[in-house]
Each structure stands twice: as structure tokens, then as C-alpha cells.
């Protein structure tokens, strides 16, 4: 166990083994349990703090509230060879979200590709781990979740779209898979939470007022999110000077495959809040895709030929001002590594948000 001023950098399988008990602790089966804790870690593993055990309060609050299922009930509402549609009842988002990818990875096994839509389910973690998890058995991943409104549309100060991921992820002949991950806004509410943990401003361009100015007090910008006072702005940014339309045009296309394909809700009605502002369940969507390699080319040569095109990129010329270029998944390979060997970094406001879980559910033992 290091500490390093504020910070202290915990063991993962302790970690894993606080946010297991947590979530058991809360009602949540044993097996589904532990699927949550494994997304939750992989996102710290990864280096995606917004992600990871930092969110364990949220779906801790939400079971206490009774806005979150702590039992899940997967049911398939529709189905064809290569496709389903999936009701989540409100339960883990992450359960909902694993057994909708294997679902869609079983259907790819034997028909080429399989697609699944999800309606009323809950935030679910990472994108990423579940495209990972396709990449892993030879197969491209993809997966996308619309999200609470918070991202204003280009030319507008409204908070109307989610942050809207989009998670793509495929095998090569290399140490770690490609994995593109990322929020069709600029950033997403969990990068100014950790913000906020930390004491820090939000970097101007990310937010802006219903004035249209661009806004920085992280603790103003969190209190007023919700509320509509304030919304995050689209890939590019404010505008269409940089491209803002294109990020904007990206989360509507999630918006479309997470809502429209199993008639679910949408935009607004994902906020959490009834027409009296009372809270409810989030009524999120997600979908899936697995494309199985082999039905289109032997899995070697599609891997040594994705590998290659990695290592072109990298072996490009290097800006005068940068040290080397990346592709997608490098980091978080490289960062897991790191996590792995000297902790997951817990600042001093995210250790009381764990002692408080410890205390109320009468977990001992634990460092916090």
C-alpha cells in the first residue's frame, strides 16, 4: 500500500474484493456481482478513472433509492438467427450489457455476425469492455449506449443527448488488442467528477452555459447539469468551425441504434426524473454487434494485417513536440501494466465515499 500526498495507491484484488463485497452487500447475486466488479476494474486497469471504482457511489445510491435493480432480469423480447432485442427491467447495466454481447457473440459463432438491442437497462461501465470482450474470442466488437441528456446539439446551449459512446475493438498479432473507446462529446460527466475529487477546474471549451459561454467551476458545473443549466459540447466543439457537427451527428447515430431498434426511450426521457422531478429509472439503450473474423478471412491474416497497419501508424513521423504516436488500446495496455504493479491511485474524496459504503454495509478490514 503506497500513499503519495492525497493519493493512495490500493492493490487491485483489494479493490475487487471491497467492490464485490459492495455489491453483494447491496442485494446483487453473487455471479452478477462479480460481473460488475470486473467492468468496474477494468476501467480503473485501464487507466479510465471516470469509469471505475470512482462510480461505485452512483450505483450504490441508485439501489438505495430503488431506481436500479440489484437482481436482473435478462429477457429476450425478440429474436432471429443473427439478431435480438433485450429487455433489462432496470436491472445492472453491466449483467445486462455482458449477457447481451455473449449473446451477440454466439449468434456470430455460427451465422457470421450478431446484433443485439437493449431497452431499459442502466449506465453500464466502459464501452470498451465489452467490444474487448468479442476481441478476445477472435471477433471485431462494437458496442454504443445512449446516455442522460447532458451534450447540447451544434447551435444549441440545450442539454438534449448523452455523451453517447461508441466502442469499437478488434484482435491483431500483437500484445494487445485495438480498441477504440470514446464519448461523442468532448468529454463525459464522470472526466469532471474526477475533477471535481480533485479540486480542479474544468478546461474551458469542454462546457458551456444556456448563455452560450463557455463555463469552468467544476462544482457549479456538476450542481447544474442536472438541472439543464449547463451542457457539454460534441466532439469538436462549440460550433462547426472545428468540426463540432461531426461529433454532434455521431451521438445522434448512437442516439438511433440505441433507442430507435427496440423502440425505447430517448433524449429527454433518459434523465432520471419524472414530469414531477421525482427520480425513476434511467431507461438507457445499448447495442451490440460481433462479426466473427473467420467468416471473412482465416483469423491469422486478418490479425498480421491489422497489426501492420498499427505499426505503419506508428512509424509515422513524430511531431517535433510530441515523443511518439499511440494507436488505440496502447495506453490502456500500458497502464494496466502500471495498475497491476503499484495500485489503483484512490484520492482522499473518493476514500470517504468507500468508508462511508463500508460502514453502512459493515465491511471491515479495508485500508480507506
Known amino acids: 500500500m503506497a500513499v503519495a500526498s492525497e493519493v493512495m495507491y490500493v492493490p487491485v484484488d483489494t479493490l475487487r474484493r471491497f467492490t464485490y ?3 453483494c452487500g447491496l442485494g446483487v447475486p453473487e455471479d452478477d456481482a462479480a460481473i460488475c466488479t470486473e467492468v468496474l476494474l477494468a476501467s480503473d486497469l485501464r487507466g479510465i478513472s471516470s469509469h471505475g471504482v470512482g462510480r461505485l457511489k ?3 445510491d441508485r439501489i438505495r433509492q430503488g431506481i436500479l435493480s440489484p437482481v436482473t432480469r435478462f429477457e429476450v423480447v425478440r ?23 455473449e449473446l451477440a457473440m454466439n449468434k456470430a459463432r455460427e451465422h457470421g455476425l450478431g446484433a443485439v438491442a437493449v431497452r431499459n437497462s442502466s449506465h453500464f461501465g466502459i464501452a470498451g469492455y465489452y467490444a474487448l470482450m468479442a476481441a478476445r474470442e477472435g471477433m471485431i466488437g462494437l458496442a454504443f449506449t445512449n446516455a442522460r441528456p447532458s451534450v447540447a446539439p451544434t447551435f444549441s446551449v440545450e442539454p438534449m443527448l448523452g455523451t453517447n459512446p461508441i466502442a469499437f475493438a478488434c484482435p491483431t498479432d500483437e500484445e494487445f488488442p485495438f480498441c477504440f473507446d470514446a464519448a461523442t462529446s468532448i468529454a463525459q460527466r464522470g472526466k469532471i467528477e474526477v475533477l471535481a475529487r480533485a479540486g480542479k477546474p474544468t478546461p474551458a471549451g469542454w462546457v458551456i452555459d444556456r448563455q452560450g459561454r463557455l463555463a469552468t467551476d467544476t462544482d457549479e458545473i456538476l450542481a447544474g447539469i442536472p438541472k439543464g443549466l449547463f451542457a457539454l459540447l460534441p466532439l469538436g466543439g462549440k460550433g462547426e468551425e472545428l468540426g463540432g457537427h461531426k461529433g454532434y451527428g455521431l451521438s445522434v447515430v448512437v442516439e438511433i441504434l440505441c433507442a430507435a431498434l427496440q423502440s425505447g426511450a430517448f433524449l429527454k426521457d433518459l434523465s432520471g426524473f419524472d414530469e414531477h422531478g421525482n427520480p425513476r429509472p434511467h431507461q438507457l439503450g445499448h447495442f451490440f454487434m460481433a462479426l466473427d473474423i473467420g467468416h471473412f478471412v482465416p483469423l491469422e491474416e486478418f490479425k498480421r494485417t491489422a497489426g ?52 453502512e454495509l459493515d465491511l471491515s478490514g479495508y485500508p480507506f
Not at 85 to 91: E, N
Open 308 to 359: 501492420a497497419i498499427l505499426r505503419a501508424l506508428r512509424a509515422a513521423e513524430v511531431s517535433p513536440d510530441a515523443e511518439r504516436i499511440y494507436t488505440a488500446g496502447e495506453k490502456a495496455y500500458l497502464a494496466e501494466q502500471r495498475v497491476r504493479r503499484e495500485g489503483v491511485p484512490v484520492n482522499r474524496a473518493l476514500r470517504r465515499n468507500l468508508r462511508a459504503m463500508a460502514q
Open 21 to 23: 463485497q459492495v455489491f
Open 58 to 60: 452512483m450505483y450504490y
Open 79 to 101: 429474436e432471429t438467427e443473427t439478431t435480438a432485442v433485450v429487455d433489462g427491467h432496470h436491472g445492472m447495466g453491466h449483467v445486462i450489457g455482458y449477457r447481451a454481447m
